[in-house]
């Protein structure tokens, strides 16, 4: 009964590789995140879906895509990896309306070689 | 530009005894503040939050205090358990329109002995 739920945990893979990261909750929540957390540990946000549409569009390289197929996944694609791609990648989601906690998954340990 | 800043790294208490984590921030814009708590392998969960309307927020062994003037929030436990030991991070947001969207500082390990 997890509440939100990524995969992989674990993602090692070669510069130049294109990956995939899932995200799917079952919260009946209507809005949903995607976190990077570097090597410095900031979490920051890149990107941010409601109802199936982008929210929020931080300065992320157009490398990285979000695709939301419906209001319960929020999926990450990376074309062209590269070294400073290495990092912890968070989903998270919550109810729309300002101030509502937001619930992450357990991260997903992406490994550039 | 690091607006939410958590600048002690780590901090070791003993149990039964209260544990403060202090965060500061730099944007006066931020109206809402958060404490999320992370063990190992896992991700953030929500802890507390509290308004900028307000200077103490409790919950059970958890209060948060605002100092809007010296833009500063810490955490209290009190008293703190072992299972307290973890990572926390403070996070703030201001009103953006309807979705918010949160700033976090590097977080602060919290060792409790038992």
């Known amino acids: 009964d997890t509440a939100v739920s990524q995969t992989p945990k674990y993602l090692v893979t070669q510069m130049g590789n294109d990956k995939s990261i899932k995200c799917e909750q079952n919260l009946g929540h209507d809005t949903m995140y995607w976190y990077k957390q570097d090597s410095k540990k900031f979490l920051k946000i890149m990107f941010s879906y409601n109802n199936k549409e982008l929210i929020i569009n931080e300065t992320v390289p157009n490398r990285f895509s979000p695709k939301s197929p419906d209001k319960a996944h929020l999926n990450l694609h990376i074309n062209s990896l590269e070294l400073g791609d290495s990092a912890v990648y968070f989903c998270?989601?919550?109810?729309?309306?300002?101030?509502?906690?937001?619930?992450f998954g357990d991260g997903t340990r992406l490994s550039i070689l | 530009d690091q607006q939410v800043k958590q600048n002690s790294p780590s901090l070791s208490v003993q149990e039964g005894r209260i544990s403060i984590l202090n965060c500061d921030y730099t944007?006066?814009?931020?109206?809402?503040f958060l404490w999320y708590k992370k063990y190992p392998a896992e991700g953030p969960t929500f802890l507390i939050s509290i308004s900028s309307i307000k200077d103490k927020n409790e919950d059970g062994r958890f209060t948060v205090f605002l100092n809007k003037s010296a833009k500063h929030l810490s955490l209290h436990i009190v008293p703190s358990q072992p299972g307290d030991s973890a990572v926390y991070f403070c996070a703030a947001s201001r009103n953006t329109g309807a979705n918010s969207k949160l700033t976090f500082g590097k977080g602060i390990t919290l060792s409790v002995r038992p």
């Open positions: 944007n006066s814009m931020f109206d809402y």
């Open positions: 998270a989601s919550s109810q729309t309306g300002r101030n509502q906690p937001q619930h």
